[in-house]
């Protein structure tokens, strides 16, 4: 039977990058001191996965480099071998350079071996080299020159996705392999079933130090569905000949001889690769699939049924119509209306992951660049199990490490200045994630020097962006480190320094629909604030009407919304007017004049103010009613239409009309020429 595996290769490699990001955390757990038997397992289990895998779709490269990883660790978990931190960091290496093949291989690129082999041959050394208790506990029984394997499977194991051949490329890669086929309960051709498996074989496997582990592991997923009998070759090789069969050596050609082992019997045309499918993405993290859990699923499968009630129940009621069938209408569309909204819920469930996802990755770049920085520093994470959409979290990893980075550059110091400050040598940043109304709350903390009052507001004299008498509160003077280009690092490095990164960071997470912000005591250290919005895909908007148009203002940006009182308003010549609200002065921008559409009024005392804050700056939009507020579905705009400044999608309302969300950053940014002109940094 011919099984396209192709159609596999997707579920491979991301399950290939999980272990590959469980071998990398198992790594950074381990204390070489004290050698903690499950996490070393842990990480075995996840390198010989991976071999397993690679070997059984032939991706030769990855299971050749995995075997000689997977034979050390094998020794480690024995008890055979000790790890020192060289090779731990030789372990992490070998992560790096797995991941990057694996991520070739996806991509159907041309991969580059040359890393792979130095790792290999470096590995290799030290399996040379073996240690004391190493020779010490080696026994016959363990380790021998080969084995002789009968595998006799059940008729069954086919149907059940599991190819002998597959199985025998994994033994291929231990030793020479010699199999013999045992064909004695082969049928007649018209007494076959076509899904049935007849076969049986006997395997030698020969080599040096090839372990009974290694070969058990082999045919651990099936060993309740075959009669398995290993014997030990001691250290002569077994030549053995069937009656009823023909020996094959596979030195002669490795790949055909294993495929003629296994003889097949086609039950359909090949399935044929569809040539103009786009390769998967490069980033691991970003596929095209997810992984849910059951009860995601069954909640869904019940709401799906629920609703085919409803609307059996609707259907009859239509058909058979009177005035007295009223109520019954009504309650329909009540139950209607309530199970599709708990059907919406779980569809947006299904989208929400943990962001441990993200999260994963950062103690393995704390570990490398504390080290680069010569620093003593822990990274401490904590609500990894908080759930944020698939989408969201693909777009917020390079925001978190500039952030995380930021804090291990210039606010964590160097240990001899931490003992000065009366500090431990170790440096901490805490990372947290929790939820918080609809939004997901991130904060990086860290306990190192804090931001510097003096020279970024001397730096931010320097560029211009403020004026030397211009008065500023401490939170406004930590808001400058994230305008363009701002730097107060004295040497450029490759960590930072060259004024790039946090007004990155601020538009990379406005463009999601969040905010962020810092807080910083000297001496005390600092802490960096994201607000994010659980989905891109759902908004909780307020609608407001201007003119005959419908807008729809986030609800995260509304401050407050108020009717403007002529006291509280000034009028400032040839910009636009400023509201003075309590001890601030706000800005009005007539969202008529933005968008160019007639409204009800243009005077302010006819009209209503909706404050919103943008950039840590707050404006009032001018309309003429505020509507509903309710939760909307973001359309993109761009994908469906083009992009429009001051506008970040649209939605169809209840009544079929479509409705476009602002942006409020980009409506600030059309408005900005009377925004400066009014002495207001938009």
Request: with cysteine.
């Amino acid at each position: 039977m011919s099984i396209d595996l192709s159609q596999f290769h997707q579920v491979f490699f991301e399950e290939s990058f999980e272990g590959l990001d469980t071998m990398e955390s198992g790594l950074l757990e381990l204390d070489i001191a004290d050698i903690d038997d499950e996490i070393i397992n842990t990480i075995f289990r996840a390198a010989h996965s991976i071999k397993g895998g690679s070997a059984t779709f032939g991706f030769n490269v990855v299971a050749e480099f995995t075997h000689v990883i997977e034979t050390l660790l094998d020794e480690v978990r024995a008890g055979t071998r000790s790890i020192n931190q060289e090779e731990v960091d030789l372990f992490l290496q070998s992560v790096d350079c797995l991941r990057d093949l694996l991520q070739g291989l996806q991509n159907k690129e041309e991969v580059d071996e040359a890393q792979a082999s130095e790792l290999r041959t470096q590995f290799e050394i030290i399996l040379g080299s073996e240690s004391v208790d190493a020779v010490d506990q080696k026994t016959s029984s363990e380790t021998n020159t080969g084995w002789l394997i009968k595998f006799k499977p059940e008729s069954h194991i086919l149907r059940t996705g599991n190819e002998p051949l597959r199985m025998f490329w994994q033994l291929e890669a231990l030793g020479k392999v010699r199999i013999t086929s045992i064909t004695d309960e082969m049928p007649s051709f018209a007494g076959m079933n076509v899904e049935l498996c007849y076969f049986s074989w006997e395997i030698e496997v020969t080599g040096d130090n090839i372990s009974k582990e290694s070969i058990t592991e082999v045919f651990e997923w099936i060993e309740d569905e075959a009669e398995i009998v290993l014997t030990s070759l001691g250290n002569d090789s077994i030549e053995q000949d069937s009656p009823k069969s023909e020996a094959i050596d596979t030195e002669a050609s490795k790949q055909e001889t294993l495929k003629a082992a296994v003889p097949k019997i086609e039950t359909q045309a090949p399935i044929k690769e569809d040539k103009k499918a786009k390769p998967a993405a490069r980033n691991a993290k970003e596929f095209g699939s997810i992984r849910v859990d059951i009860d995601k699923i069954d909640t869904m499968i019940n709401m799906v049924g629920e609703l085919v009630i409803t609307q059996s129940m609707l259907g009859q009621i239509g058909e058979e119509f009177t005035f007295d069938k009223l109520g019954k209408l009504q309650e329909g569309l009540q139950d209607l209306e309530r199970n599709v909204a708990i059907l919406h819920e779980s569809v947006m469930r299904i989208r929400m992951l943990p962001i441990s996802f993200t999260l994963s990755r950062f103690p393995r770049m704390v570990r490398d660049m504390s080290r680069q920085l010569d620093k003593k520093i822990e990274l401490v994470l904590k609500g990894e199990n908080t759930e944020l959409d698939k989408t969201v979290m693909e777009k917020i990893g390079d925001p978190l490490v500039h952030l995380l980075r930021n804090s291990l550059d210039h606010g964590i110091e160097l240990p001899e200045l931490r003992r000065k400050a009366g500090k431990p040598e170790t440096g901490t940043i805490n990372l947290e994630a929790f939820h918080q109304g609809g939004n997901v709350v991130i904060e990086i903390s860290d306990d190192g020097a804090g931001l510097n009052k003096e020279k970024i507001r001397a730096k931010a004299i320097e560029n211009g962006v403020i004026s030397e008498n211009e008065a500023l509160t401490q939170d406004q003077i930590n808001d400058l480190i994230f305008q363009p280009g701002f730097s107060t690092a004295e040497v450029v490095t490759d960590v930072s320094g060259r004024g790039v990164g946090m007004d990155v960071v601020r538009r990379n997470i406005q463009s999601l629909g969040g905010t962020v912000s810092v807080k910083s005591e000297p001496g005390v250290g600092s802490t960096f604030t994201i607000t994010l919005p659980l989905t891109l895909a759902i908004l909780d908007g307020q609608l407001v009407r201007v003119g005959k148009e419908i807008y729809i203002f986030p609800l995260v940006s509304i401050v407050e919304s108020l009717s403007a009182d002529a006291n509280q308003v000034n009028k400032v010549v040839g910009a636009n007017d400023v509201l003075k609200l309590r001890d601030e002065f706000i800005p009005i921008i007539p969202l008529y004049e933005t968008f160019g559409i007639e409204p009800d009024s243009r005077h302010l005392k006819d009209s209503l103010i909706v404050v919103v804050e943008s950039e840590k700056m707050k404006v009032g939009l001018m309309v003429d009613e505020l509507l509903a507020q309710q939760q909307v579905v973001i359309k993109s705009l761009e994908s469906n239409y083009q992009s429009v400044g001051g506008i970040s999608g649209a939605t169809i309302l209840g009544d079929g009309t479509i409705s476009l969300i602002l942006d409020i950053p980009g409506v600030v940014k059309l408005a900005e020429k009377y925004l400066n002109y009014a002495g207001v940094a938009a």
